[in-house]
T-cell receptor, first 112, second 115 residues
Framework: SQKIEQNSEALNIQEGKTATLTCNYT??????LQWYRQDPGRGPVFLLL?????KEKRKERLKVTFDTTLKQSLFHITASQPADSATYLC???????????FGAGTQVVVTP | NAGVMQNPRHLVRRRGQEARLRCSPM?????VYWYRQLPEEGLKFMVY????????ESGMPKERFSAEFPKEGPSILRIQQVVRGDSAAYFC?????????????FGEGSRLTVL
């Protein structure tokens, strides 16, 4: 069955440093992969989408890579700020349009 | 331009009662998805609907749960005879017709507590 793995341990990082999160998947050949941010008590918010033919995508201080051979995506937050503290979810499409399967998420805590 | 609206935000029910959760998608969106998030767990897909049609309900429990998206009005997720295990956050998401990115827009969720 399809499986998505994200590091379940919280990532504690000092302000200004780069946070790197990992998303590994098995039994998938996704056409794209998405990353979302979720704050406590709130709904997820879309951040970035990267397609299978793209190696890297950037948006402001965010960078996503997608290695379809390794079946892995890396999510980087550069020059991290306390406001970046949240849980970050990766998501992949399954067998129908818009039906995304989500990883359990990795919590990021940025301390001043 | 209002986003996805869910209500109620919080709902408390006793075991055996019914819970009705409502979702109004973003303006112009005709695809609605319901996800459930249990404490300390990830989002789990439940059902995908378009106007008047259930497209994919493979994530819905076989009993007590139903969903609809009528021609007029919000999408409704209905849970009959609730049990404590139904306590969770229920998120609705919408996407536009022919959206190229597959991006989902989520509401803030409805948090169901079953006593």
């Amino acid at each position: 069955s399809q499986k998505i793995e994200q590091n379940s341990e919280a990532l504690n990082i000092q302000e200004g440093k780069t946070a790197t999160l990992t998303c590994n998947y098995t039994n998938y050949s996704p056409a794209y992969l998405q990353w979302y941010r979720q704050d406590p008590g709130r709904g997820p918010v879309f951040l970035l989408l990267i397609r299978e033919n793209e190696k890297e995508k950037r948006k402001e201080r965010l960078k996503v890579t997608f290695d379809t051979t390794l079946k892995q995506s890396l999510f980087h937050i550069t020059a991290s700020q306390p406001a970046d503290s949240a849980t970050y979810l990766c998501a992949l499409p399954t067998d129908s349009w818009g039906k995304l399967q989500f990883g359990a998420g990795t919590q990021v805590v940025v301390t001043p | 331009n209002a986003g996805v609206m869910q209500n109620p935000r919080h709902l408390v029910r006793r075991r055996g009662q019914e819970a009705r959760l409502r979702c109004s998608p973003m303006k112009g969106h005709s695809h609605v998805y319901w996800y459930r998030q249990l404490p300390e767990e990830g989002l789990k897909f439940m059902v995908y609907l378009q106007k008047e049609n259930i497209i994919d309900e493979s994530g819905m429990p076989k009993e007590r749960f139903s969903a609809e998206f009528p021609k007029e009005g919000p999408s409704i997720l209905r849970i009959q005879q609730v049990v404590r295990g139904d306590s969770a956050a229920y998120f609705c998401a919408s996407s536009g017709t022919g959206a190229a990115t597959g991006e989902l827009f989520f509401g803030e969720g409805s948090r169901l507590t079953v006593l």
